[in-house]
């Protein structure tokens, strides 16, 4: 992994997460939020509790869904491997001559 350039990595070596749009993050979030309060209306024995949970989870999933949350990684890896690619074809363009 050091031969690659950083923006390559598709990590930040700094904070050891991947880097995204702030907008992923928020529906991260948002999801996470949903389970913990599904959790809480489980513990607490309080269905209505555990229905809104439920509720922001699923609109946090409709929300991931709309705005691409995930194509940030899979868009990463994407030009990763189109640069790798890429060099592959340079560098045996290179040794034919």
Same mark, same amino acid.
């Given at each position: 992994?050091?031969?690659?350039?950083?923006?390559?990595?598709?990590?930040?070596?700094?904070? $050891?997460?991947?880097?995204?749009?702030?907008? +992923?993050?928020?529906?991260?979030?948002?999801?996470? !939020?949903?389970?913990?309060?599904?959790? *809480? !209306?489980?513990?607490?024995?309080?269905?209505?509790?555990?229905? *809104?949970?439920?509720?922001?989870?699923?609109? $946090?999933?409709?929300? $991931? $869904?709309?705005?691409?949350?995930?194509?940030?990684? /899979?868009?990463? *890896?994407?030009?990763?491997?189109?640069?790798?690619?890429?060099?592959? *074809?340079?560098? +045996?363009?290179? /040794?034919?001559?």
């Amino acid at each position: 992994m050091p031969d690659l350039p950083p923006d390559d990595l598709g990590i930040d070596e700094h904070f $050891g997460h991947i880097v995204a749009r702030p907008v +992923s993050w928020v529906v991260v979030f948002f999801v996470c !939020g949903g389970f913990l309060v599904a959790g *809480i !209306g489980l513990i607490a024995a309080n269905p209505v509790v555990f229905w *809104i949970g439920v509720g922001v989870v699923a609109i $946090g999933t409709i929300l $991931g $869904g709309v705005t691409h949350a995930m194509a940030d990684t /899979t868009a990463r *890896i994407q030009r990763r491997e189109a640069k790798a690619h890429k060099a592959a *074809i340079v560098d +045996s363009e290179a /040794t034919v001559n």
